[in-house]
Each structure stands twice: as structure tokens, then as C-alpha cells.
């Protein structure tokens, strides 16, 4: 059974950190590309950042470039995403999801899991407030 697991939310003053992470079993995530999504209340779910599965190469939303890091270590299983210089408008539950590429389906609206590729977390809140 593969799940996917994030952690490392919580609660962050403006100009803050933290680091999210993205637990996999069942799977092995190198083999494939990890996504980090959040979704605001009231707002549609937005791709956040991506990790590539041949080459880890990363991509980033702009208004996140420079303040998100993401990165992948295969010891560990995991993919992680350090934010630094919070916002309040970073607030959100951030979710992680894999899939066969960046920009993939799940970068484009796919919700759910195909039983192949695409496999979500169940979530993580971020809160940036004072």
C-alpha cells in the first residue's frame, strides 16, 4: 500500500521558516517526480514547487522562487520543502503528491490517485501569523 505522509507544519511568524517533509512507503520516490501543492481556504489548489525524477531538476511557482527550496533524500525516502520568509498569503495545508513528471497531471488539476504514478498525502497545515 503506498502513503505518502507530510510533516513539519505548524505554526510560523512573518519572515519565518520551515521545513516541510514528504514521507513515502510503498513506494520508491526517486522513481518519480514529487510535487508540493497547498491550497489556501476559499482557494483552488496551487502547485507550489516540483522535484524531477531523472535529474532532480526543480521548479518553482515565481511568487515562491528564492524563499522555497525543495530537494529529495533517497536514504530517507523523502522529499522535503524549506520556506523561508514566510508570508501570511503562504498560509495553506500543503500537500505533496507524486507523479511521472513535473508539470504532469496532478500539476493540472488531477486529484485523485491513479494507482500508477499519482499518489497524494494527506496534508499538512501551515499557518504564517503574528
Known amino acids: 500500500q503506498v502513503q505518502l505522509v507530510e510533516s513539519g507544519g505548524g505554526l510560523v511568524q512573518p519572515g519565518g521558516s520551515l521545513r516541510l517533509s514528504c514521507a513515502a512507503s510503498?513506494?520508491?520516490?526517486?522513481?518519480?517526480?514529487v510535487n508540493w501543492f497547498r491550497q489556501a481556504p476559499g482557494k483552488e489548489r496551487e502547485g507550489v514547487s516540483c522535484?524531477?525524477?531523472?535529474?532532480?531538476?526543480?521548479y518553482y511557482v515565481d511568487h515562491v522562487k528564492g524563499r522555497f527550496t525543495i530537494s529529495r533524500d533517497n536514504g530517507k525516502n523523502a522529499v522535503y520543502l524549506q520556506m523561508n520568509n514566510l508570508q501570511p498569503d503562504d498560509t495553506a495545508v500543503y500537500y505533496c503528491?507524486?507523479?511521472?513528471?513535473?508539470?504532469?497531471?496532478?500539476?493540472?488539476?488531477?486529484?485523485?490517485?491513479?494507482?500508477?504514478?499519482?499518489?497524494w498525502g494527506q496534508g499538512t497545515q501551515v499557518t504564517v501569523s503574528s
Open positions: 510503498g513506494i520508491t520516490l526517486d522513481y518519480y517526480a
Open positions: 503528491a507524486t507523479d511521472r513528471t513535473c508539470y504532469g497531471s496532478a500539476w493540472y488539476g488531477y486529484k485523485g490517485s491513479d494507482g500508477n504514478y499519482i499518489y
Open positions: 522535484i524531477s525524477s531523472s535529474d532532480d531538476r526543480t
